[in-house]
């Protein structure tokens, strides 16, 4: 098991922050250092992140929760999405690939219907459906929320 430490990132850690998000492909838009939290190793490197993202002033997502592969399966990002959700104002929303969804019902997030999404996700979840189906992927995007 590795010893690990969650914290406030700092300025200087902006760029394995960007490092980590490209190494595993999730959104690089609005990766601002000053909203995540790292979690670090015993060298202090950066192993694990997430944010708080806002989107105007009514609306707030859970994003870019990422573990380096050989870190995983050992609660790291559990234990960000548990320090994230600890003060977090409701309704809080996110993002994922449906492979995930079980990871966040966990948490209390629940899948909700298009009808349902602030107008945000909406675009976004219209322009995925649009990507997927082109790409032939199974995968769909799920947006999620926590009441
Ligand atoms: C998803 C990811 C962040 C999980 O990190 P991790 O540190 O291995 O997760 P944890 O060990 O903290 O697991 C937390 C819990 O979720 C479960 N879990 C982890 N990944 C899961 C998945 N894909 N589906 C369902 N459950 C999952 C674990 O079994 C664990 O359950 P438990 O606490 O009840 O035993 C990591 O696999 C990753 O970085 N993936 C690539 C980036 C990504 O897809 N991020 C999500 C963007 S929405």
Request: proline letters at 5%; aromatic letters at 8%; charged letters at 25%.
């Amino acid at each position: 098991m590795t010893n690990f430490t969650l914290r406030p990132a700092l300025e200087t850690e902006s760029r394995a922050i960007k490092d980590l998000i490209h190494s595993v492909g999730i959104n690089p838009m609005g990766v601002d250092w000053k909203r995540f939290v790292v979690v670090v190793n015993a060298q202090d490197q950066v192993i694990g992140i997430g944010q708080l993202k806002p989107h105007g002033k009514e609306i707030l997502e859970l994003a870019s929760i990422a573990v380096y592969p050989e870190f995983r399966g050992q609660g790291i990002a559990r234990a960000i999405i548990e320090h994230l959700l600890k003060d977090s104002p409701r309704p809080l929303y996110l993002m994922c690939e449906s492979v995930n969804g079980a990871l966040y019902e966990k948490f209390g997030f629940r899948e909700i219907p298009y009808g349902e999404m602030p107008r945000y996700f909406q675009r976004i979840s219209k322009l995925a459906g649009v990507v997927s189906t082109l790409a032939r992927r199974d995968e769909r995007l799920l947006i999620m929320k926590l009441q």
